[in-house]
């Protein structure tokens, strides 16, 4: 009986989140609709809710190979949560639309990508880097670099990743799918360790 309520666009929310994680993607997405729907009903377009709801439906998006909707709905997210004094968030939602234009594989996307990807940098780094959410922007530093086929900075920002994923959350499936990306381009991080030292 929580039809009407705020309550129940978080129900559906959730419920929505608990579809991505277990992989069933296209329920998940219809029920980010349905919170979009109840949401309407009952906030304000620039609620702050808005921003977390879009940040997660895209990254349903994402998971299916739809890059072009799931940068639509970070771009809404951007736009709600500038708004905001939050930098966290701000820089999660950067990081997130980074993935989703270097997902496109197109050089202008390539190029916006960077763009966003430096903005969530600055603001992880100046946080002090320990935000669990770092870890994405590490892996998708490496996809870019991936992407340019600059193999040892992909390497290095892969590890990175790695590392901070295991610090916050362990061996877990995220850590196996980075796991393999850097499997692929290990090899090349003696390059990158040497121009380091």
């Not at 980010?32 to 309407?40: A, G, I, L, N």
């Not at 890059?67 to 820089?91: F, G, N």
């Not at 935000?131 to 086929?149: P, Q």
Request: proline share 0%; with cysteine.
């Amino acid at each position: 009986k929580l039809e009407g309520t705020i309550e129940y666009g978080t129900a559906l929310s959730n419920i929505a989140n608990a579809y991505r994680a277990f992989g069933l993607y296209e329920k998940s997405v219809a029920y980010f609709r349905e919170t979009y729907k109840s949401y309407c009903e009952q906030l304000d377009m620039n609620d702050l809710r808005f921003a977390g709801l879009y940040n997660n439906w895209s990254l349903g998006y994402q998971e299916m190979g739809d890059y072009e909707c799931s940068k639509e709905l970070l771009y809404r997210s951007l736009k709600v949560i500038d708004l905001y004094d939050d930098d966290i968030k701000k820089a999660i939602t950067r990081s997130n639309l980074a993935s989703s234009l270097i997902l496109l594989g197109k050089d202008e996307a390539y190029d916006e990508a960077m763009v966003y990807l430096k903005e969530a940098f600055d603001i992880f780094e100046k946080d002090g880097g320990e935000d669990y959410h770092f870890s994405a922007a590490l892996v998708t530093m490496g996809d870019a670099y991936y992407y340019k086929n600059d193999k040892s900075l992909a390497a290095y920002y892969y590890k990175r990743g790695l590392d901070e994923i295991e610090k916050h959350t362990g061996k877990n499936d995220n850590y196996d799918r980075v796991l393999k990306k850097y499997e692929e381009v290990k090899n090349y991080t003696s390059l990158i360790e040497l121009s380091y030292e």
